[in-house]
């Protein structure tokens, strides 16, 4: 070939990779932000087609079919249990309306800017938002501003098969599983974040907030931990499928869910709480900055934050409902499992109080990319 | 230019366009990442080499990529053997039924591939099929650790989805290899098996080589099987990529470690093609 069609094809390379670059910064953005002030007008989602991206079950596909219905609106819904996918999916500019905030990771997402403020005096539902969500830290940044909207909470038991562990008055240490009987008999999640706070309160640390000298205890720990689990698990329905099916007879983070969902299938199971603490989830949901439909989103948002939606998704997700004038509803009902009052009422309760340490730390802690790096090592095996 | 040669342009330029765009832009647009700075999870263009860094002195990547390249190379070579038979059983010995055997490598094309990870899923594990029969034949008494989630579980699984992979280049190779050069070496007095290895091999070698290129790179480059698959020590680095390109924040560090990868592999297998050569010579 000659120089000329080599060069030819060189500029044209040079070209393309100039433009893709150019498209290419960090953290998405570009989006739509929801504007105005006041109630968001109800009529925002008539004729819009809503994405979401996020935990399938919890963008009130069956919860908000009907008011869908009315407004003549569409979801779409790119399902994913992985928040690293969710969030690359969004830093790369996919243009998502709403995605789901996890607990565990929504401090890393607000401070990755992959979320704008969420304008919550604007909802009509959000002044019933339990006060332990409300006042939660970890839907906040640095600066007090508010980017997700909690539609779910558990308390965060450990789950297990009854027939197969004997566990006294469902009390469990998270020291006991490093122990050999329970070799190979229990799975958890490819993340530090309930391990660690566990580990550091059964040696006698403040969980979270772990000394370099701390977390390597903690560390050497979670090792024995790390090695004595089956596998991780990559989500709920994982976990609940490898007891299901008798591969294991325990998950560490377990959701009260699953029970239920084992039982469809014949299986008994049951949940504990570990010795060292209850360590509250909740799963939120937020805008994106790509989103191209923010003011629906809002508006979309603050009916999942509503009564009926709530009622609907504690049934459907046995979890518990965000919404003060919706507690009443569920009772009786196979979400009426939790203590309100001791783990969602008082915003001062550590239930869901941080489990891992926030973005900014005093000097002479641990950051959680400290955890990170030190889970890193542990799972790598070497 | 000559005219033929703007017809050999003009003919080339759809692929080189498509390659371009679809595989050549994003690569070197990985190259530049890896390149960046991550300040406050965003990824900034201000040059740094402490990515690579990172990527090459870190005990925790070295260990990666070293059983990464262990899975990929046993998975590699298992395929190689077991498709070079295949093939040659289809060529040669049930040439009568090739057709049939052929589309049965096609057939395990089929399945979806998450489908065929639950499917092993099922099989492996403390009470997965595997150890279930063992234990209910009396032939063990404790589940075996090895048909639990781990390293061999993956290799296997693997083994599975890329089989066919393997067989294709061999079987297309294997075509250039007549029935009466191993009729004729057997006329000398070889065997059957001693005319597959001295005869079809070597004849036959690039077709195994690139078989076993194949299946190498895209083990290697694997994240999801060692996921559903694997126990808590078992990850591979495309594990640790993914990490970096989603929760990790880190597409710098992502971005080197996958190029480190794919130079790696680039290495390797340029050494295995120069010692094929010479021995073919």
Known sequence: ?382 | MKPNRIVAALQLAPASVYYSALFGAPLLVLVAYSFYTTENFDFVPEFTLDNYVTAWTSEVYRTYFIRTLRISAITAAVIAVVAFFYSYVITYTLRAHRSLLYFFVLVSMFGGYLVRIYAWRSIFGTEGIANSALMSTGIIAEPLDLLRNGEFAIIIAMINFYLPLGILPIYAAMQNVGPGQIEAAQDLGSSRLGAAGKIVLPLALRGVTVAFVFTFIATAAEWLTPQLLGGTEDQMIGNRIAYQFGAGFDWPLGAALAVTLVVVLAVLLGALFTVVRRWVR
């Open chain 1, 1 to 382: 070939m000659s120089h000329r069609v080599i060069r030819g094809g060189a500029i044209a390379a040079a070209l393309t990779l100039t433009t893709v670059l150019a498209g290419c910064t960090g953290g998405g953005g570009g989006g739509e932000t929801p504007t105005g002030s006041g109630p968001i007008d109800p009529t925002a989602c008539d004729g819009v087609t809503l994405s979401f991206i996020g935990l399938d079950g919890e963008q009130g596909d069956k919860e908000l079919a009907d008011w869908r219905a009315e407004h003549d609106m569409t979801l779409q819904t790119t399902s994913t249990a992985d928040m690293s996918q969710l969030i690359a999916a969004i830093k790369s500019g996919q243009q998502f309306d709403l995605a789901t905030m996890t607990k565990d990771d929504a401090q890393r997402m607000v401070e990755g800017g992959i979320f704008q403020a969420l304008p919550t005096e604007r909802l009509g539902n959000w002044a019933d938002m339990v006060p332990g969500m409300a006042e939660s830290s970890n839907i906040r940044d640095a600066d007090g501003v508010i980017y997700g909207a909690p539609i779910a909470w558990g308390d965060g038991p450990f789950v297990y098969r009854p027939d197969k562990a004997e566990i006294v008055d469902d009390r469990l240490s998270i020291l006991d599983l490093t122990k050999p009987e329970w070799k190979d008999r229990f799975v958890l999640f490819n993340s530090p974040g309930r391990s660690f706070y566990f580990i550091g309160n059964a040696l006698g640390f403040d969980s979270p907030n772990l000394t370099p000298e701390e977390l390597e205890e903690v560390a050497a720990t979670a090792k024995t931990l790390v090695q004595n689990a089956a596998a991780f698990a990559t989500n709920y329905q994982d976990a609940t499928d490898r007891m299901v099916s008798g591969d294991v007879d325990l998950v560490i983070n377990g959701w009260q869910a699953q029970v239920a969902a084992a039982a469809e299938r014949g299986v008994t199971l049951d949940w504990g709480y570990f010795d060292e603490g209850r360590t509250g989830w909740w799963d939120a949901i937020a805008i994106p900055t790509t989103a191209q439909n923010a003011e629906c989103a809002a508006l979309y948002i603050d009916q999942m934050i509503g009564v009926d939606a709530q009622v609907q998704i504690a049934e459907n997700l046995i979890s518990g409902v965000v919404n003060t004038q919706a507690i009443e509803a569920t009772a009786g009902g196979p979400a009426d499992v939790y203590d309100y009052e001791s783990s969602v009422m008082d915003p001062t309760t550590n239930v869901f109080g941080p489990m891992i340490p926030q973005e900014d730390v005093p000097d002479g802690m641990t950051s959680y990319q400290d955890w990170l790096d030190a889970w890193e090592q542990i799972t790598s095996g070497s």
